[in-house]
DNA sequence: GCAGAATTATGAACGTTGTTCAAAGGAGGT
DNA sequence: ACCTCCTTTGAACAACGTTCATAATTCTGC
């Protein structure tokens, strides 16, 4: 085979994998092409035969870590607490706190999936939002079985509303901006959460009957 | 008086204005020092007279955001929707809903408010934090009269979780970074998402009541 | 095997950053 | 007028992502 195609892919991957420990450990700001390009032995010019621009790399590492957070919902999913209310609750619960499980383990790598800006022009490929829409099943699913009689659409919207809710609960109080909170105090609030929203959507959908 | 000590504060002013008009028009990377100092017309090195760093004209900036902020909430509380409901709860939607138009018609300068990492190692001024809690009063107050049973403690921990979930559902919105959402259904999403809250909460005092 | 073509690696160089600093300038007091 | 102190200046610095002429390497056709 060709063995230098072959080379280059070896390369390519060790260069992911340094950028990825790289934001692991010292967050998206600490990613520099010349520290890269000494940590995998090649001249800082090489790292752009292997990728277009760091604004690549960052959305390759940002592709690994939603496979990784992908993996970690789905084991939340397929582990529904016994719950003492409606399953689909539980789900959603279980769901919402393994993000923020995740959350909290890979803290600079879930960050960099938010930070990081795409360069004035360009657009977020293709591959990127497919890969949205294969983590939000984990939210939807559950939740179109509260919401029986909304159309997909309307599932399809909430879903979105309901991730994002959980994520700014998340990101503002993993952030030291806002006075900090204990993380326990944090679960309990975005557990707390959760549990209201499907309240709200049960007993609206009683109201909705009861008509 | 000093007339020097007033120039430098009129230098200080101008320099301000010209940061957030630069801000407000190419978001927060469009901020130049060089650039800065040609439009209130001054040497690169005299800024660093009128403030120490950027971060810190950035800081007083999404101060004069958080103030206008302030505001426009308190406009919204002031003029509740005649709702149909509970007064709180239109009263929570009305400032929810504010939140929303004021983000949108200040994009970038709203944006500089969460984008902004402080420098590695250096806090966020006590000021900022106390700007934080007088606007959450204006969720707070309303917040507390759906939790009659409830501690301050607990209401203010909720205050922060409402917040933080409206504003997720807001910033990742606004985003491109999932599929666009059209902002009327942005607007409804919030508002359902703030009624649906409100209805679980009511739903679970009625609960706890009743047992 | 090997010469010529094509591709890839190299690191100095470029253009921008924020920030600093020696030198020049100006205000206030005696 | 002179000296002192503070301010202003813009060249200089360090660090950054990215580019590019040049050198090294690999591939290709014989």
Redesign the pocket.
């Known amino acids: 085979m060709?063995?230098?195609t072959d080379?280059?892919e070896r390369?390519r991957e060790a260069l992911l994998e340094a950028a990825e420990r790289t934001i692991a450990a010292k967050g998206l700001d600490g990613?520099?092409?010349?520290e890269l390009a000494r940590e995998i032995g090649?001249?800082?010019?090489?790292?752009?035969?292997l990728v277009a621009?760091?604004?690549e790399l960052i959305l390759r590492v940002g592709s690994r870590t939603l496979a990784r957070l992908d993996r970690a919902l789905q084991e939340a999913e397929a582990r529904p607490l016994p719950g003492s209310s409606d399953p689909a609750v539980e789900q959603l619960v279980a769901v919402a706190l393994a993000y923020c499980r995740f959350a909290r383990a890979n803290l600079p790598l879930w960050r960099t999936l938010f930070e990081h800006r795409m360069a004035e022009g360009s657009t977020v490929p293709e591959w990127a939002l497919s890969e949205q829409m294969t983590l939000f099943r984990h939210i939807a699913l559950p939740l179109a079985s509260l919401m029986p009689q909304a159309g997909s659409a309307d599932v399809a919207l909430f879903t979105r509303t309901m991730f994002s809710a959980v994520h700014g609960v998340l990101a503002l109080g993993l952030d030291e901006k806002l006075v900090a909170v204990p993380v326990a105090e944090l679960e309990r609030q975005i557990e707390t959460l959760v549990r209201l929203i499907c309240t709200g959507l049960l007993a609206g959908e009683a109201t909705r009957a009861r008509r």
């Open positions: 060709a063995p230098v080379r280059r390369q990613l520099k092409a010349r090649c001249a800082v010019g090489a790292i752009y035969n621009d760091l604004d």
